[in-house]
């Protein structure tokens, strides 16, 4: 069966300016209480803040009944597996074995590379890998083809390898193939957000979270 790598260099693309509307959770803002709405029909669509609440879109109907939209989640970057595959490179070098240190520090500095670019987003209905601070589409899956984006409802089931220090994060969808596809993708996020948002979205996996 065929299986899906995301390492791949087309996601090599410039960084622009941050996308907005998407929520990092390294970064907590308060706004003042207010709603702004637009007629849509025979409802509106409101966008509603809270000091005590995170920005969520509500559509309400005339008749009272409402619908919240889940946030859009991009996990904050996480630097720890790179460098932890920079600091086995060093000891192989160290240790004159420079026919393994040559491949690990590549594969560290192509991890560390796409840390900084490379993001999971969570919207309402799927999860897509996007790049650059400004979340620009990722292109074609090049292992698998199609876009770089699965709905929730088409996972069968994920995990994250290993709890304790998240390396790899697994998953087989039906979007892209109806027997299943896989998925392999390194843990270049903050483990416990993407674990949470995970389970949020995708529901519960046979793994324990992250300590």
Do not use: C
């Given at each position: 069966?065929a299986?899906s ?5 087309h996601?090599?693309l410039?960084a622009p ?5 998407v ?11 207010r ?9 509106y ?7 005590e609440q995170?920005?969520?879109t509500a ?5 009272g ?10 996990p904050?970057p996480d630097y720890?597996l790179?460098?932890?595959i920079l ?5 192989f070098?160290y ?7 040559a491949?690990v520090g ?6 560390l590379?796409q840390?900084?670019?490379?993001r ?6 799927a ?16 292992f698998?083809g199609?876009?770089n984006?699965w709905?929730?409802s088409t996972?069968?089931?994920w995990?994250l390898?290993?709890?304790?220090f ?5 998953f ?5 193939k ?6 392999f993708?390194?843990v270049?996020?903050?483990?416990r957000?993407l674990?949470?948002?995970?389970v949020e979205?995708a529901?519960?996996?046979k793994t324990?979270g992250?300590?």
């Amino acid at each position: 069966m065929a299986t899906s790598l995301s390492l791949s260099s087309h996601l090599f693309l410039a960084a622009p300016a941050r996308a907005r509307g998407v929520i990092s959770h390294g970064v907590a803002s308060a706004g003042t209480s207010r709603s702004t709405a637009n007629v849509l029909g025979k409802g509106y669509l409101g966008r509603v803040h809270g000091p005590e609440q995170q920005p969520r879109t509500a559509i309400v109907s005339v008749f009272g009944r409402k619908s919240t939209a889940r946030e859009t989640v991009a996990p904050d970057p996480d630097y720890r597996l790179p460098i932890a595959i920079l600091g086995i490179a060093g000891g192989f070098a160290y240790a004159d074995n420079l026919l393994a240190a040559a491949p690990v520090g590549l594969l560290g500095l192509l991890l560390l590379f796409q840390t900084t670019r490379v993001r999971f987003v969570f919207d309402n209905e799927a999860l897509e890998v996007k790049v650059g601070d400004q979340l620009q589409e990722s292109g074609e899956n090049v292992f698998v083809g199609g876009k770089n984006r699965w709905k929730y409802s088409t996972f069968v089931n994920w995990e994250l390898w290993w709890p304790q220090f998240p390396i790899l994060v697994y998953f087989k969808e039906t979007q892209t193939k109806p027997e299943g596809q896989i998925h392999f993708f390194p843990v270049i996020f903050n483990g416990r957000q993407l674990y949470d948002v995970m389970v949020e979205r995708a529901g519960p996996s046979k793994t324990s979270g992250p300590k």
